[in-house]
């Protein structure tokens, strides 16, 4: 290809490859346009680049690199799949084009980095460029720098890892060369611009002089937060913010924004080296710690504080060296030891972290006691310490001790720890210091502010005001009820100025919106939180003079609607009673004055009148002006106060009383009813609650009052005043409506403890109504306390206590209703916020209010020595000890003194039962202790992890049942945090390992969320994938889903860099699987979503963030479950608020619930499914009728890829959930077609479910669904897989049997519509099973979808094989069923019209009625035998793979196949008949196209290019090769395949160039090893074109007189060297079958062989040539595959006459090369399907007839061949005749066996004997069955009424057994019974041969011709034989005689003129195997039936040519042997003379 003309003709991709750089400069440029051009991103012609993009950048010429580059740029930037790329891309672009002199190279290099950093693909580039910095070429490591620096610059540090950049920066600072050095302190002020001071530490120890500059540097740095500029593809609304801001000049609200986002990533600790310093302390420090001097004691804390100093330390067990130094601050004299101690204690903390937080707990109380010191420095350090500690823990674990030290009479203390707490809360945000945390500190610290001590109100104020800026008013509020004004200003004046660390975020909402909506206010007006608001507020609700107490309520109420709902919950709740306690009793003057003003006169004379009919028409008066009184108005307590004026409660009139008990309920529900009010009037109420006629007028007005003033206030006062009076039925009733009123209201708020004791004492009454009341009111608590509510009755009576477990029991399983009430009126619409959050904590508050023990002082320093002594008795009593002092306490404080040390010890006791005894106390511990067993969880907990590693069974389970038994107590939090877990992980401990993964498996898909260190046991996790262990193995694989819940597929898969590269890949692996199996993360609960609201203004992005990180793959799974959303309601009712839109993402379960793809992608998914099926891992979808567990099992599988909702709808128990599921399925099959396509395994297995439900309206939906997707299906050219037709097709033909008409007609519609999406061929065998159902309508539905599937499709359908299958349909002919009957009638007239009388052949005997009745219809219907109709051509290419799998398998034995028989009468007919109806492109005929020129240039190129490609299915096929037939790839080699198929179609092109030119490409993609896997997958096809052109070289340009002699040899060259360099690939020449090797060796033998090659100019050239490559073939090709052919190829030509001698000999020839060969490949080569070859080869050459041959070359090769087998294998090769079904049939097996036993016999050991036995044995059994056989045949024809059928069989006998010996039986009878027998099987003969005439003269389907020739034949031959020549007249010879002359063509003498083309053809070889035109067409089906057939009729005609007359066959070949003897006895005579 020299000159520019040719490369310009090139596709754009093989430019882009060429050796010429214009030419790569060329393609460069047009594939820069072609990507610029590409719309679609997704576009299949990006991945043909896929492979070239490196190359793009790496170009040698600079000129073409530049071009590369920009094309390269391009690409990344718009394609899809540029991801790929990365890393050989950045690899390139750092190594070639970092290094280039031209900074326009340099520019694109650092662009395309750049880009890929865009496209998400960041780490990758990073990774490239820091191993750049190790290059040595300085122009590199500048390049990289730089790239880095602007990479950063442009992206920011979220995006870029700061900590691997920062740990290189000090070895470039000290690069020798400059440019070097000037890039570093660039890159190095850029990361200081990122994160500002963290970078300090790493960079202190490099050069003075460049640490000084580099300050001055950073000085200039501008103080404004840096902000990213430039975006990832996922970060688009990101980018658009940006922008909108850039326009606007960047508002100040989105600075702020920007501003959190930005914190500093990079902590120092991070960037820096941890030291070890344990193995560094003194030697003698422990000594002199405990030293009586000073100094002493001095010198040793002095050691430790310089070790401390190192800023991070190791993590160890510094569990001594904390002990020692809590005692020196505990308990030291001296002060400056004590601050030196406290010194050191603060370094440890800063040094360790979050590492020494299991010490914290041990600590803290120490230094608080330690405030009392007043010294200045001691006081400093120890608050320095306490500090540094409060960081390394949480404030949860700590708070039981803070709360502990703050009841301390020293006001130093006190006022010290008030400090640290306000320091702490500064270090808190809102959900880390929640309504549990702050109710106790609250409490202690209102304390401080009412301390007498200044210092100590003035801490308390600062560590309230602190909480109150953290957590907000609306949650700190409720705790300040009781502080008057001067003190709530005071705390929020001290709010005001508290800096929090976590910056203006974390603030409540109310001062943020405060902020920003009242700008114009006065700073002392918001500063009370908005009073104007407020007041108006209090206005509408009372006397204006309550207005300063209402102030105090909470936040302001109007600034923003969101505030209303987030604040307003605070005040709804307890606002109201926080005012009215201070509501002052108003006189009964007062009270009437004000009564009068609202009330008419005369209703208030008549309230006390003795008439109480005027007693009545006043309340009705009192209730009409409540009714219309305005709430302002109302003065609720004067009214309730004329109500109880006399005779008020004692009211007798039940009317009356009646009226005013409701108009109590009337005022509180319309007036700002206030407990003052409430009080007047509740203990009337108790007193009528328990009356029959107004009690429920009672309750009533009850309800009322509690929704005015709050349950918790009036349950209290109800019960209260209920257990005061006597009377039972007010108490059960009281209990009665409690019961009801927490139902409405829910349980927060309610004091248990008050409760509780009323509760005991209603359950001691006498009277059973007031008990029965007690247990139902306690099964309502129960539904919100849970199981800690029967701790407080544990001490009851066991009868009662019974009764409590049977109501708790009830109540088991339930879930509390959703509050209706009490969130009404003034609680705007956030009331039930509040609630919602403490409702969680009530659990906890019940357990906090259990009475605790404080066994403190019992674990004395004996106790815990005794735990410790020598003696394992004593320790045991020690843990006895212990045992009985928790049980005695049953519920303990957390103050368990020296305990968890001794217990720690235990645990790793020598004495197992010790240890157990040990984790039994743990276990009790965790239950005494409650949650607040949290605290040991580090130094107690994870060494009981450690026993889980115990090699006892029964030790680890215990130890496991503690675990958890903790776990349940402390959640999970505490264990996951710090590295401890995944140092236990890290222990190369088998059983540990199983049993903390099958832990972590089972805890963390519980979790909602997991502390960052999970991360830190990933690599340990990754190790146990590989562990020795199998157990381990798995429980690792069964934990890695659901670490990815928490981590996500990216960080895991960021976590196997560090692997090595084959673990990595295998993890990677099975990480992919994983990722298909994650499930969703479980749903937060609703008060997520309402703090949204209600938290601070920054929360706008929260919800969507934190769904997109849930999801995973997907946002549907993790929208939190609608059902749960309890907060839901809150949104509906606050109309207009600002918030509602927030809420309704996760809330609101209507539509937008329901967006997003409802069926989801999941990579891989199908495939797993399958491989989990084939692997026995699920169950197989195979059932009579679904059981639970298939229904489980599909749900659990469609969980990670259907929406949850419609999951939901799918397998909801109401059908009308099913049809909507359809309706959506329906609606959604458009527009998702590859999800549909990518679940349609499981979409179908539901259908099946839904084809057993008995609603037909489901049924109809669901054949409605089927037809629009299997339309669907066929557009897409989707073709099914089996797994998705054997687990459907089967139960839909279920439904062809339904009684409704309207849904049979559907399922047969359906049926039609699936041949479109899966070969006809095998939906046949499913119809054909559906005919065997006892359904009769089934029955005969199927059959009539069987008649239309042959009309359609032709008889290729028919599987296994016609025959099997007509005989099948014929059965039901005479069915019971008229219908079936008919059925089965028409399908066989079907078949009839379009297969002729072969039908009555194949059908085999039918009994005479049903015989019959089939003629009777044949004739009925008037058609006649047509062709195959054109449907055909569709189910073709459908069925290529199946054939072609056959064909390359195995060869079947014979069976009663003819379609296998059609392709083999091909080549003889195609003379006589070439009109052809069959469509061409399927029926290609060979000798038409070698005998036509024209029609081979048209038809080739379309034949192979001709849709192939995009036809086939992929197929599972166990053997590869099939890929030659039905090349299908996947899109990203679709293009390849398609040149490549181009191009191979040219190779057989008529025209010499053409072809020349094709080959010549071949063969430069042959010679690259880098291409030469692109041939893959197209080896047979290639060779089929080449056998083609070889073909045409002998047949037609040989023979072409205008042709150049020269060309011709120019051909062969290029053939040969095509193929050459073919079999020098190995892996390529091992994909060519067995097929096109036979026609290959024998294409390239009868080349060789030709006479005319002899005398070209080059002929000896060419021979040399061939030689040279059969050589290559025979040692390249796949061993089985080439011995295979050339034993067929062998018995072929040994078969055909015409072929000579010269042929045989030279496959022989090959075949001895091949025995040669066999030592070294005997291992690679399948002996089994060697022995069959060889078997059949004995089939068709016995010994006998070998030894006929002229030569006996062939006898001596297969001898060769056996021996050199036998002695290769030994005895074992008799373990190889697996695939002969018939062994008896040929000499194989007896013949090995006297091979092996001559050998055994040879080597001198004892004989085998048994082997001889055996192999007589089966000779005599093979035999002796065949004798029975015929025994039974004759038996028939004795008899009457089975003479025919005897006869049939008999004929049908001697056809397949030609060597049987019938003569015996026929001597045992009369003369007249054998002329009958001979006489039958004659009649037979000729009806047979008739039959086979009648197709010929229709003019159909040559194929069928010879089908029965030969084997009538062969019969007649040997039943002459058999009769002695009797009866026989010349007539029958003649007339086969002209049979056969017609069939091959014979006429007249016509033979001589051939040309000698027809000898060469492969005639023979199509029976034999797959022949590769064949194999092209993909007609061959059952091949070694077939062949049996043709070696008869081969054999039979060519003898009877080469005799010329009519006379039996056996007579030429015996006469000639006769002569040969002859001859042999003359030569022996005259050489003995």
């Given at each position: ?1275 897409e050219e989707y073709h099914l897989t089996e797994n998705e037709a054997s687990s459907f097709i089967p139960y839909l033909i ?155 398998m195995l060869r079947k034995g014979p069976a009663e196949d003819v379609s296998s028989k059609l392709n083999q009468n091909r ?450 031959s040997s039943s002459i034989g058999n009769t002695n020549g009797e009866e026989v007249g010349p007539s029958v010879y003649l ?99």
């Open positions: 290809m020299g000159d520019d003309s040719e490369w310009m003709k090139l596709p754009i991709d093989q430019k882009c490859e060429h050796k010429l750089w214009k030419a790569r400069l060329n393609g460069y440029e047009e594939a820069l346009k072609l990507f610029q051009k590409i719309d679609d991103e997704k576009s299949p012609e990006w991945s043909k680049y896929l492979g070239l993009i490196k190359k793009f950048v790496t170009d040698s010429n600079a000129v073409a690199q530049l071009k590369g580059l920009e094309a390269a740029l391009a690409y990344v930037e718009n394609a899809h799949v540029a991801g790929k790329t990365t890393g050989e891309v950045a690899s390139g672009v750092v190594n070639k084009v970092f290094n280039q002199p031209k900074a326009r190279a340099k520019e694109l290099g650092l662009d395309i980095c750049l880009m890929y950093i865009e496209i998400e693909k960041g780490e990758t580039v990073q990774e490239e460029l820091l191993k750049g910095l190790d290059n040595k070429n300085p122009r590199i490591i500048v390049a990289c720098i730089e790239t880095l620096r602007k990479a950063l610059s442009e992206f920011g540090s979220k995006i870029i890892s700061l900590k691997p950049i920062i740990k290189v920066l000090p070895k470039l600072f000290e690069s020798r060369e400059k440019a070097v050095r000037d890039e570093a302190k660039l890159l190095a002020v850029e990361i200081y611009r990122w994160i500002r001071d963290a970078l300090r530490p790493p960079l202190q120890n490099i050069n003075s002089v460049q640490l000084k500059e580099l300050e001055e540097e950073w000085v200039k740095v501008s103080s404004a937060a840096p902000k990213q500029t430039r975006f990832l593809r996922s970060q688009q609304e990101l980018k658009a913010k940006f922008e909108q801001q850039q326009a606007a000049g960047g508002d100040a609200d989105g600075g702020d924004d920007d501003e959190e986002e930005v914190v500093p990533q990079v902590d120092a600790y991070e960037l820096l080296e941890a030291v070890e310093i344990l193995s560094k302390l003194p030697k003698d420090f422990y000594e002199k710690i405990e030293a009586k001097k000073w100094q002493e004691r001095k010198e040793a804390l002095e050691a430790v504080e310089m070790l401390v100093k190192n800023p991070k330390l190791e993590s160890g067990d510094y569990a001594d060296l904390v002990k020692v130094l809590k005692k020196v601050v505990g308990k030291d004299t001296n002060v400056m030891l004590v601050a030196l101690a406290a010194k050191c204690l603060a370094g440890l903390a800063t040094g360790l972290r979050k590492k020494f937080g299991q010490y914290a707990g041990h600590v803290v109380p120490t230094i608080l006691e330690k405030f009392k010191e007043k010294k200045p420095q001691v006081v400093q350090a120890l608050q320095e310490a306490i500090d540094a500690i409060f960081l390394t823990t949480t404030l949860q674990n700590i708070s039981e001790d803070v709360l502990a030290v703050m009841d301390n009479k020293n006001p130093t203390i006190k006022q010290q720890t008030s400090l640290f707490i306000a320091r702490s809360f500064r270090h808190c945000t809102p959900s880390t210091l929640p309504k549990s945390l702050l109710k106790p500190f609250c409490a202690a610290l209102l304390k401080h502010i009412n301390d007498s001590a200044p210092e100590v109100r003035d801490a308390g104020f600062e560590a309230l005001g602190t909480a109150l800026k953290v957590a907000g008013e609306k949650a700190v509020n409720p705790f300040l009820a009781d502080v008057d004004k001067l003190k709530l200003d005071r705390i929020k004046e001290c709010a005001e100025k508290v800096e929090l660390v976590y910056g203006k975020k974390t603030g409540g909402a109310a001062e943020k919106k405060e902020g920003k909506t009242a700008p114009g206010r006065t700073p002392a007006l918001s500063g009370a939180g908005g009073d104007k608001e407020t007041k108006d507020a209090a206005a509408k609700r009372g006397p204006l003079k309550k207005a300063p107490a209402v102030k105090s309520g909470g936040p302001p109420k109007k600034s923003k609607p969101a505030a209303a709902m987030g604040g307003a919950g605070a005040k709804g709740k307890k606002g109201p009673e926080t005012k009215e306690i201070f509501e002052s009793e108003l006189s009964i003057e007062v009270c009437e004055e004000k009564a009068a003003a609202v009330l008419p006169a005369s209703c208030i004379q008549q309230l006390d009148s003795g008439n109480w009919k005027e007693r009545l028409a006043c309340m009705e008066e009192f209730q009409k002006a409540v009714e219309l009184m305005e709430r302002s108005e109302m003065p609720c307590q004067a009214l309730v106060r004329m109500l109880a004026k006399k005779p008020g409660w004692k009211e007798t009139n039940f009317q009356v009383m009646q009226m005013k008990l409701h108009i109590v309920a009337l005022i509180a529900q319309k007036g700002n009813f206030s407990k003052t009010s409430a009080q007047v009037v509740l203990d009337g109420l108790v007193d009528k609650v328990g009356d029959v006629k107004c009690g429920s007028n009672a309750k009533e007005a009850m309800t009322a009052i509690a929704e005015a003033c709050q349950l918790p206030w009036t349950a209290e006062q109800v019960v209260a005043m209920a257990f005061s009076q006597k009377n039972p039925k007010n108490q059960s009733e009281t209990l009665n409506w409690l019961s009801n009123a927490i139902k409405e209201f829910g349980f927060s708020g309610l004091n248990v403890k008050a409760f509780i004791s009323n509760v005991k004492t209603a359950l001691a009454a006498t009277n059973p109504a007031v008990r029965t009341s007690a247990i139902t009111l306690l099964g309502v608590m129960y539904l919100y306390v849970g199981p800690p509510l029967r701790m407080f009755f544990e001490d009851e009576k066991p009868a009662l206590l019974s009764q409590i477990d049977a109501e708790f029991e009830k109540m088991q399983g339930q879930t509390a209703p959703v509050p209706t009430r009490g969130i009404s009126g003034h609680s705007a619409g956030g009331g039930d916020d509040g609630e919602e959050e403490e409702q969680e904590d009530v659990g906890n508050d019940v357990v906090d209010l259990l009475p605790r023990t404080d066994i403190g002082d019992k674990i004395t320093a004996e106790l815990v020595a005794k735990i410790g002594d020598k003696n394992w008795k004593i320790r045991k009593e020690g843990l006895d000890e212990v045992t009985s002092i928790i049980n005695e306490a049953k519920f303990i404080q957390p103050n368990i003194g020296e305990l968890p040390a001794a217990l720690k010890s235990r645990l790793n006791d020598s004495n197992k039962i010790l240890v157990q005894q040990t984790l039994s106390i743990l276990q009790q511990l965790a239950t005494a202790m409650g949650p607040n067993i949290k605290q040991y969880v580090k130094n107690l907990g994870i060494p009981v992890i450690t026993v889980l590693g115990d090699s006892k069974n029964n030790v680890r389970a215990a130890a496991l049942a503690t675990v958890n038994a903790w776990a349940e107590q402390t959640g999970m939090k505490e264990w996951l945090e710090g590295e401890d877990l995944s140092e236990e992980l890290k222990k190369e401990n088998p059983f540990l390992r199983q049993e903390l993964l099958g832990w972590l498996a089972e805890k963390l898909p519980t979790l909602r969320s997991v502390p960052s260190d999970l991360l830190l046991c990933v690599p340990h996790l990754y190790s146990c994938l590989e562990d020795r262990n199998g157990d381990v193995r798995k429980k690792a694989q069964d934990a890695l889903p659901f670490f990815m819940i928490h981590l996500g597929f990216e960080k895991m898969a960021k976590a196997t860099s560090k692997l090595k590269p084959t673990s990595k890949d295998q993890v990677l692996a099975m990480l992919e699987k994983a990722k298909a199996n994650v499930p969703a993360k479980p749903a937060p609960p609703a008060k997520a979503s309402s703090r949204v609201v209600g938290g601070a203004a920054p929360a706008k992005f929260q919800p969507a963030s934190a769904l997109a990180e849930d999801s995973g793959s997907n946002t549907m799974e993790s929208k939190p479950d609608p059902k749960k959303a309890k907060a839901g309601s809150a949104s509906s009712k606050a109309k207009g608020v600002q918030g509602k839109k927030m809420l309704s993402k996760p809330n609101l379960k209507e539509d937008d619930d329901k967006s997003g793809p409802v069926f989801i992608i999941v990579p891989n998914g199908k495939e797993q499914r399958m491989k989990d099926e084939k692997g026995l891992k699920v169950l197989k979808w195979n059932f009579t009728t679904p059981r639970d567990e298939y229904i489980e099992q599909l749900k659990t599988q469609m969980s990670s890829c259907v929406a949850k909702w419609l999951q939901d709808e799918m397998f909801h128990a109401d059908f009308q959930h099913h049809n909507k599921a359809l309706a959506v399925m329906i609606e959604h099959l458009e527009s998702e077609k590859d999800g549909v396509i990518s679940c349609l395994d499981l979409i179908l297995k539901w259908l099946t479910l839904r084809f057993f439900d008995t609603n037909t309206s489901v049924l109809m939906k669901a054949l409605e669904y089927l037809k629009v997707l299997f339309h669907m299906l066929s557009q279920l439904k062809v049997g339904e009684p409704k008409d309207v849904i049979r007609r559907d399922v047969r519609a359906i049926l039609n519509k699936m041949c479109l999406i899966y070969p006809a061929s095998k939906m046949f065998t499913f119809i054909m099973e559906g005919t065997k159902s006892k359904n009769s309508k089934q029955r005969a539905e199927c059959l009539e979808e069987l008649g239309c599937l042959v009309e359609s499709y032709g008889m290729n359908v028919c599987q296994p094989t016609p025959g099997k299958a007509l005989k099948e349909m014929a059965i039901h002919i005479g069915d019971r069923d008229n219908t079936v009957r008919n059925a089965a009638l028409n399908t066989i007239v079907t078949v009839y019209n379009v297969h002729g009388d072969q039908v009555f052949k194949l059908i085999g005997n039918l009994s005479e009625k049903d015989m019959s009745m089939l003629e009777e219809r044949i004739k009925r219907s008037a058609k006649r035998p047509s062709a195959a109709p054109l449907r055909q051509a569709e189910e073709k290419p459908q069925r290529t793979q199946n054939v072609g799998a056959n064909a390359t080549n003889m007919g195609s003379h006589s008949e070439p009109a052809h109806t069959v469509p061409r492109e399927f029926q290609l005929d060979l000798d038409e196209i070698e005998n036509d020129n024209g029609t081979v240039r048209c038809e080739m190129p379309a034949l192979v290019q001709h849709k192939l490609d995009d036809i086939f299915e992929p197929v599972l096929i166990p053997e590869p090769k099939i890929r030659a037939v039905s090349p299908h790839f996947d899109d990203m080699h679709s293009s390849t395949a398609s040149i490549i198929n181009l191009v191979v179609s040219q190779v057989a092109s008529g025209d010499v160039n053409a072809s020349i030119q094709a080959l010549a490409q071949i063969d430069e993609v042959l010679r690259q090893e880098d291409k030469a896997e692109a041939m893959s997958g197209h080896i047979d096809q290639f060779l089929i074109a080449t056998i083609m052109q070889l073909r045409l070289i002998y047949s037609t340009h040989m023979a072409d007189e205008k042709l150049d002699k020269d060309e011709i040899v120019k051909l062969c060259s290029c053939v040969f060297g095509s193929m050459i360099s073919l079999f020098q690939i190995e892996s390529l020449a091992r994909e060519a079958s067995i097929g096109v090797l036979k026609d290959l060796v024998h294409s390239l033998i009868t080349l060789m062989l030709d006479s005319r090659v002899e005398d070209l100019e080059e002929g000896e050239q060419v021979i040399r040539s061939i030689n040279f490559l059969v050589l290559k073939v025979l040692k390249k090709s796949d061993q089985t595959n080439i011995l295979s052919a050339l034993l067929v190829l062998l018995q072929d030509s040994l078969l055909t006459t015409a072929s000579s001698p010269k042929f045989s000999e030279l496959v022989m020839k090959c075949l001895w090369r091949m025995v040669r060969l066999l030592p070294e490949t005997i291992n690679s080569i399948n002996l089994d399907r060697i022995l069959l070859e060889i078997h059949t080869f004995l089939k068709v050459f016995p010994k006998e007839k070998l030894k006929q041959c002229k030569s006996d070359l062939p006898m001596r090769t297969l001898k060769t061949l056996i021996h050199t087998l036998c002695e290769l294998k030994g005895p074992k090769i008799l373990d190889h005749l697996t695939m002969i079904d018939d062994k008896n049939e040929s000499e194989l097996e007896a013949y090995l066996c006297s091979v092996m036993k001559h050998s055994m016999d040879h080597s001198g050991s004892k004989a085998d004997k048994d082997t001889e036995k055996g192999a007589s044995r089966i000779e005599e059994k093979a035999s002796k069955a065949k004798a029975d056989i015929l025994a039974e045949i004759f038996k028939k024809i004795g008899s009457k009424e089975s003479t025919k059928e005897g006869l049939a069989e008999l004929y049908e006998y001697k056809k397949k057994y030609s060597d049987a010996d019938i003569e015996y039986f026929l001597k045992l009878s009369s003369q007249f019974f054998r002329s009958y027998v001979e006489r039958g099987l004659r009649l037979i003969e000729t009806e047979q041969e008739g039959k086979g005439r009648i197709p010929a003269s229709t003019g159909i389907s040559p194929q069928m011709e010879g089908s029965c020739v030969p084997a009538s034949t062969h019969t007649v007339e086969r005689l002209k049979i056969l002359r017609q069939r091959c063509g014979l006429d007249s003498a016509k033979q001589e003129d051939r040309p000698p083309l027809t000898s060469l053809l492969p005639k023979p070889s199509v029976p034999a195997v797959a022949s590769s035109t064949d194999m092209l067409h993909s007609k061959l089906s059952q091949l070694r039936e077939s062949r049996e057939q043709y070696q008869h009729l081969d054999l039979d005609s060519n003898q009877t040519h080469s005799s010329g007359i009519g006379t039996t066959l056996a007579l030429p070949s015996s006469g000639t042997n006769i002569d040969d003897l002859k001859k042999r006895l003359e030569r022996i005579k005259s050489s003995r003379k």
